[in-house]
């Protein structure tokens, strides 16, 4: 791909910077924002352009309004919180585009910010419509992605208003995911051990088809581990499988084993009949779950035998719960595996973690602050892991 134009390469003073931020946050019951980790990850290209005199129109979606005006999913709790964090007034406008919108725009001064209503209250935002693009697009003279959680996605904000502006740059947060995720595919330091989890085969076979000729270590666990379990001629029981995936799971592990990696399933499983948080539960062998049961969660022997694999490697990757953390009796695999990548970390290896849940775990372990470098972007973290370009990095100027 060809190297881009970053913020800094722009000239900013008494320009209207229309930036796309990911301010798509969760949103406690009394309506305030419950964690503010995204807006804080978009704090220094915001103050970039404050500082350099620019006037930064932010946008951003929130939740998934299917191009309805939600008041519920109204982004003003975040400017709220934006500007405690700036300590300074944050305009929000009513909309995201529109007469009234453009008119609180060009009254911005520089060093002003103000945050435009939710995009996708538009539903000309994910289908990247060009007059909705157009339109947005009035709103800045230059512009600037820093929503890396969005940039696999060609939509009317990260894809469709690059065609309406001259110059179109990346921010800070953007630089800092691809510098970061270019360790775990370019060249890496080895050992190097990818960790894959979560519900399904299918979401990670790019991944791993990508990541195959350069990993050294393959730790699968979560329900995505049955259909290799299964491949490999073990009784699942009840657990979930992709049975359309069993041919793919094969190929996986005899690709892995004529390549002399090292491939590792769970050796033993939490199984219940139900998922509960008060469900029956009980340890059995990998080979050993009967019918009615469901593998929930790896079990103490695998959680050994993992841990062991990544005291030893110097490029870890994860992506994806080992089970069903969010339950307490399902979370103890996936808790131990984050507290095993703090300590490889703390000893020099560099790891990095992407996916919502895998990052709910980091902080349910207490060890996000431990780890090398903790993706904004799920989606497009795992794009980017499988060696897919990501339309809204390729929308930007040549540098």
């Known amino acids: 791909m060809a190297v881009k134009k970053h913020l800094k390469d722009l000239d900013l003073r008494g320009k209207k910077v229309l930036t796309r931020v990911d301010f798509n946050v969760p949103l406690a019951s009394d309506g305030r924002v419950a964690d503010d980790t995204r807006i804080r990850a978009a704090l220094p ?16 979606h929130l939740g998934r309004p299917k191009g309805a005006s939600v008041p519920e999913l109204s982004l003003r709790p975040v400017s709220e919180r934006l500007s405690k964090l700036i300590g ?9 585009v529109g007469d009234t919108t453009e008119g609180v725009v060009a009254r911005m001064n520089d060093g002003d910010v103000t945050l435009l209503e ?15 693009a157009h339109r947005l697009a009035r709103m800045g003279d230059v512009y600037v992605n820093d929503a890396f959680g969005t940039a696999h996605r060609a939509h009317a904000s990260t894809v469709g208003v690059t065609r ?3 110059e179109c740059a990346m921010g800070f947060l953007i630089e800092n995911e691809l510098r970061n995720l270019a360790k775990a595919t370019a060249s890496p330091e080895r050992p190097y ?15 791993i088809e990508n990541l195959m000729p350069v990993l050294d270590i393959l730790l699968i666990g979560g329900g995505m581990a049955f259909t290799f379990m299964k491949a490999r001629g073990l009784s699942i029981g009840d657990s979930l499988v992709e049975d359309d995936r069993l041919e793919t799971a094969t190929r996986i592990l005899e690709r892995a084993e004529a390549d002399g990696k090292t491939l590792l399933l769970p050796d033993d499983v939490v199984v219940a009949r139900d998922i509960s948080e008060g469900a029956e539960t009980k340890i059995v062998p990998a080979d050993g779950i009967e019918a009615g049961w469901k593998g929930l969660d790896i079990g103490p022997e695998t959680i050994r035998s993992f841990s062991e694999a990544i005291s030893g490697a110097r490029t870890i990757v994860w992506n994806g719960p080992l089970g069903v953390f969010e339950l307490d009796a ?10 095993a990548v703090a300590k490889a970390t703390d000893a020099g290896a560099v790891s990095i973690v992407g996916g919502g849940d895998s990052i709910a775990a980091l902080g349910r372990a207490g060890v996000a602050g431990r780890i090398s470098h903790v993706s904004t972007g799920g989606g497009a973290s795992l794009a980017v892991l499988e060696g897919k370009p990501l339309p809204a990095i390729e929308a930007l100027t040549d540098a």
């Open 45 to 60: 290209t915001i103050e970039f352009i404050r500082e350099h005199g620019g006037k930064a129109v932010l946008i951003s």
């Open 88 to 96: 300074r007034g944050v305009t929000m406008a009513p909309d995201c």
């Open 118 to 132: 939710n995009l996708r209250f538009h539903a000309g935002e994910t289908k990247n419509e060009p007059d909705f």
């Open 164 to 166: 309406h502006l001259s």
């Open 193 to 207: 051990a990818a960790i894959l989890g979560g519900a399904k085969v299918s979401g990670k076979i790019g991944v």
């Open 330 to 339: 399902f979370s103890h695999g996936t808790v131990a595996v984050a507290e």
